[in-house]
């Protein structure tokens, strides 16, 4: 029998975050999911890492291919699932223990075909709580009329998904506001919720300042309603864990 929930969670040097995160979907109340990790040749402990969940985490894969973006690891990653919906998770967030449990509750009751929630800082960053706090009411007044969804979690029906041919692979930042977009135009139920709790990082606030974060975000946000989807590179952008680790020494 399929799973209702296929979650797919691209990976690069993440040998910190990503345990946690799969430690929280083992202690899942709902236990109806497979997981699909895609890591991108991590050069750290990554990989060893997560084969420990490997017998914790009922249909648990671990997957090395090295994708050029985190739309190729992610559209990879759905040609591996059963599920009827799909749950896209950065490698760095967390989640509560009753997360999918509320997740399938919310897409039962309301006949969602795609959904996300607010995004909750790890720590206790005053800049990460600010910036987030600005993304989740912009999602929450806009999800009727210019909906988006934000990367570290998007949940979408899996034939859906398919039909809109996936997340655009040529798009180089902002491939998640782009599938919500797609998905808006074709008439699909969407809702953006305050619960179940996502707990995500704000090492890219502290890494880069609260200034120059908002900077690109509003930046790309801008972009997108103007032109479109942002095809070229409009400011430096790195992703993968290995960013945050250049300047600590060990």
Do not use: H
Not at 145 to 172: Q, R, S, T, W
């Amino acid at each position: 029998m399929s799973p209702f929930f296929s979650i797919i969670i691209p990976s690069l040097n993440e040998e910190i975050n990503l345990p946690i995160l799969l430690q929280a979907i083992n202690n899942q109340t709902e236990k109806d999911f497979e997981v699909i990790v895609i890591d991108s040749k991590s050069t750290d402990n990554t990989k060893k890492e997560a084969e420990k969940f490997i017998g914790k985490i009922p249909n648990f894969k671990f997957i090395v291919r090295k994708c050029r973006n985190v739309s190729v690891g992610r559209n990879y990653g759905v040609l591996q699932t059963k599920g009827s919906f799909l749950v896209f998770f950065d490698a760095d967030v967390e989640i509560e223990k009753n997360f999918l449990k509320e997740i399938k509750e919310k897409i039962v009751r309301y006949s969602l075909d795609a959904t996300t929630v607010w995004n909750r800082p790890k720590t206790k960053s005053l800049a990460g709580k600010i910036a987030l706090t600005l993304a989740n009411l912009g999602m929450s007044l806009f999800q009727r009329i210019k909906p988006g969804a934000n990367g570290p979690c998007i949940i979408i029906k899996k034939d859906l998904f398919n039909k809109l041919k996936g997340f655009d692979e040529e798009i180089v930042f902002g491939e998640d506001f782009d599938l919500i977009q797609r998905a808006y135009q074709l008439k699909a139920k969407f809702r953006v919720f305050l619960r179940p709790i996502l707990y995500v990082s704000t090492r890219r606030f502290e890494k880069e300042g609260f200034l120059m974060t908002v900077y690109k975000s509003g930046k790309a946000l801008l972009y997108q309603l103007v032109f479109g989807p942002i095809r070229k590179p409009i400011f430096e952008y790195e992703m993968g864990g290995q960013y945050y680790k250049k300047n600590i020494k060990y």
